[in-house]
């Protein structure tokens, strides 16, 4: 890498402009050219100072100020009062709030932008809301529905089917689509809802699938699943592209600059790292490694990555304990309230799992592990206890863990022991907060009123860990906003109710404060990614990365929050998202 001064003097020509525009010719022609004025000359050309009504920097030594300075894509200078003179501020008037870039701590940028380009069925009520939905979008997109792309959606949930399972059958509402590819997610994308076309590519008669169910004739949940992607027409590089640029408009839309994408393919990596460069890649992503197969072993087919301009990640990977709560398919310690001859799926047994952890871990890898039902949480605990105490042998556990940052995806149900040692070891949650509104309605008829007072969505119980927060879009929305009025309220950030249809909040004992949701949703996020006093904070070295909104946001009234408007957000310095 060629030095400064030798930079400095290739870009000599340049930097005498740069000096007689700044000082002007007379200063100039009795000023000698040195690398020290000639530098401070470029600093002040390329730096840009920004004020606004209010800025909450979430920084310990300058938690509340007005300007700061920005260069080269990171915050340069916090200034505590005044500006002073010969600092040129941007003309404009000083207004808005600014808070720091938002991140989500758990989403899937590819399948979100597939959403977009997809069939929305999330909130459909009853199966003719769906099957008009389907008719809808096929009018409107007729190139889909054939062997070479399918006709995608997701958002279903059997719950709103009278309790009932869909069939393929239900699929074929009209003669037209009795020759559609057609393939929806439920809502919590563990389970498929296929056509009977899609059927016909499959064996006649498929035997058990360990971890894996098929609850009725074209549903497949969890492991089973990959029964029929085995077939499914894998999106070409070009459609990965636009979901991807797809999706980070919208997440810009909403304030968001940071991501931790949990799963993404070797295949999707290649691409993600060779889109990192675009002047439109305008969300930093921090991504958690999943093998073609999942649940394996595939160091040779990845490697760890840092961009120089910070807006790609790799050094962690995601494995997969169990399926999700709604399906039946979180893996319990005992059986489920209202389904009392199954304990639901795991996906991985619990010495495959502890030797993956290791494997990866000892690879140099950051293992984070879904986990939803009280076993599977169990299980990954195991699995991060073994392998610290192998890691590091001359060490605590936990103060290995500080090293290795393992993490729990959706640590949704949590037996209070495991809770006990989880603190103990200092293993790192990630909790979506808008998962306990979407699933109070029905989760205590799943899990019984004590195991779910004592297990189930825990926050304020977990505070000390410092929990990532998101919402795992797409399967939630992607609004940080919503996540932080769940999380503070224990109410449907859609209703503002609890399911009893007060405000009180679904068990309100694990509410928490306004400051630890936006913690959660930036200086933690951080943390887990490796990336503290980069991301998720306004200071000095951090990368320049805000939002501007139209009134302070700790000062709003706690309803307000489901409706917050961004006016303007930032990456790296450059507005990149302006409110119409």
């Not at 401070?40 to 300058?62: E, G, I, M, Q, R």
């Not at 995601?318 to 209202?338: N, V």
């Not at 000095?540 to 309803?559: C, F, I, R, T």
Request: charged share 20%; proline share 6%.
């Amino acid at each position: 890498m060629p030095s400064l001064s030798s930079l400095f003097w290739l870009a000599y020509p340049l930097l005498l402009l740069a000096l007689i525009y700044q000082v002007g010719l007379p200063a100039f022609i009795l000023r000698p050219v040195t690398e020290s004025n000639a530098y401070n000359t470029l600093w002040k050309l390329f730096t840009t100072t920004h004020c606004y009504a209010s800025v909450h920097t979430l920084a310990p030594d300058t938690p509340q100020v007005q300007c700061f300075s920005v260069s080269n894509g990171k915050f340069t200078r916090i200034f505590r009062d005044v500006v002073p003179d010969g600092i040129k501020k941007l003309e404009r008037p000083r207004t808005g709030h600014v808070i720091p870039g938002l991140w989500d701590g758990h989403g899937h940028l590819v399948q979100y932008g597939e959403l977009l380009d997809s069939v929305d069925l999330f909130g459909a009520t009853s199966m003719q809301e769906v099957q008009a939905r389907l008719v809808h979008y096929k009018e409107n997109r007729p190139e889909t529905g054939t062997h070479e792309q399918w006709l995608r959606g997701v958002g279903w949930d059997q719950a709103h089917f009278n309790g009932e399972w869909p069939v393929s059958d239900d699929i074929e509402m009209q003669a037209s689509f009795q020759e559609l590819y057609v393939m929806l997610d439920r809502v919590d994308v563990h389970c498929i809802w296929v056509s009977n076309k899609v059927l016909s590519l499959l064996p006649a008669k498929i035997g058990d699938v360990p971890g894996g169910e098929i609850p009725s004739k074209g549903v497949f949940c969890d492991n089973a699943m990959d029964v029929v992607l085995a077939h499914y027409p894998k999106p070409s590089k070009a459609r990965k592209t636009k979901f991807v640029k797809d999706a980070m408009r919208q997440l810009n839309k909403l304030g968001i600059v940071g991501m931790h994408d949990a799963g993404v393919t070797p295949t999707e990596l290649q691409l993600y790292e060779k889109l990192s460069v675009d002047d439109d890649w305008n969300v930093r992503v921090n991504a958690m490694v999943e093998c073609e197969v999942r649940n394996t072993f595939c160091p040779g087919s990845v490697k760890q990555v840092t961009t120089l301009n910070g807006k790609f990640h790799v050094r962690s990977v995601k494995l997969f304990g169990d399926g999700a709560l709604g399906s039946w398919g979180s893996a319990m310690i005992e059986p489920y309230t209202d389904k009392p001859d199954s304990v639901g799926s795991l996906l991985v047994d619990a010495r495959t799992l502890s030797n993956l952890t290791l494997d990866w871990a000892t690879a140099g890898y950051q293992v984070n592990i879904h986990a939803i039902g009280d076993l599977a949480n169990r299980n990954a605990i195991d699995a991060f206890e073994a392998a610290l105490k192998v890691l590091c042998p001359n060490r605590s556990p936990r103060e290995c863990q500080a090293t290795y940052r393992f993490r729990i995806e959706h640590a949704q149900i949590i037996h209070p022991e495991d809770q006990r040692r989880m603190a103990e070891l200092g293993i790192i949650p990630s909790i979506q907060p808008t998962h306990a509104t979407s699933d109070m309605g029905y989760a205590e008829s799943r899990l019984g009123e004590v195991r779910t007072k004592s297990e189930a969505y825990r926050m304020r119980s977990l505070l000390p860990l410092r929990p990532v927060l998101g919402s795992d879009f797409p399967v939630e929305p992607a609004n940080v906003f919503e996540g932080m009025y769940a999380a503070i309220t224990r109410r449907s950030p859609r209703t503002g109710l609890d399911p009893s249809g007060s405000k009180l909040g679904w068990y309100p004992e694990e509410t928490i404060t306004f400051q630890d949701a936006l913690k959660g949703f930036t200086i933690n996020p951080a943390y887990g990614a490796f990336l503290e006093s980069k991301a998720g904070v306004i200071d000095v070295g951090s990368y320049a990365d805000w939002v501007v909104l139209d009134e302070p946001l700790q000062n709003m009234d706690v309803e307000s929050l489901r409706n917050v408007s961004v006016r303007e957000t930032w990456v790296g310095g450059k507005c990149i998202y302006k409110r119409p």
